[in-house]
């Protein structure tokens, strides 16, 4: 059983920056694939980015790419989403999911999750 905690949500205006931060434990962190999910009420889960466990694939949604920068550090069994450029759309709360089963991308893949951390873009 892994266990997952994020961290780093809050009111943030247009063009602001906020980082996440996903701290995991139960098991050993290095085999998992690790993403970052967002999720508007009504709304389906939509993946923003993913990180595979050697740090040298990832992933980013074609809405956040340039804008958002995922990285995990193993030695601390955390991964984090850089979240520059915020934009009204990137309201959501978001969540971190760990992962043995490809593809990465699908939300419906992710076996474990954390309890989600809200972000709203604001004036």
């Known amino acids: 059983q892994v266990q997952l905690v994020e961290s780093g949500g809050g009111l943030v205006q247009p063009g602001g920056s906020l980082r996440l931060s996903c701290a995991a434990s139960g098991r050993t962190f290095s085999p998992y694939a690790m993403g970052w999910f967002r999720q508007d009420p009504g709304k389906e889960r939509e993946v923003v980015a993913a990180?595979?466990?050697?740090?040298?694939?990832?992933y980013y949604a074609a809405s956040v790419k340039g804008r958002f920068t995922i990285s995990r550090d193993n030695a601390k069994n955390t991964v984090y989403l850089q979240m520059n450029s915020l934009k009204p759309e990137d309201t959501a709360v978001y969540y971190c999911?760990?992962?043995?089963?490809?593809?990465?991308?699908?939300?419906?893949?992710?076996?474990?999750w954390g309890q989600g951390t809200q972000v709203t873009v604001s004036s």
């Open positions: 999911g760990a992962t043995m089963r490809p593809p990465y991308t699908q939300y419906k893949n992710y076996d474990y």
């Open positions: 990180i595979r466990w050697n740090n040298e694939n990832t």
